[in-house]
């Protein structure tokens, strides 16, 4: 069995949190840097966050 590594971020935020990206871009940019994979951690919304 080959050992390889994952490229992985488990901590992001979108535009939904406060983060600056919508979930698309961010699904977008992470893919094109070769991510495998992600997680996003907005924070728990309510009638105050929604968009």
Known sequence: MRNSWLLCDFHI???M???SLPVD???D???SKGF???SI???ILD???LK
Do not use: N
């Open 13 to 15: 935020h979108t535009d």
């Open 17 to 19: 949190s406060d983060g």
């Open 25 to 27: 871009e961010v699904v």
């Open 29 to 31: 940019m992470y893919g």
């Open 36 to 38: 495998d994979v992600i």
């Open 41 to 43: 951690t907005d924070h």
């Open 47 to 49: 009638s105050h966050t």
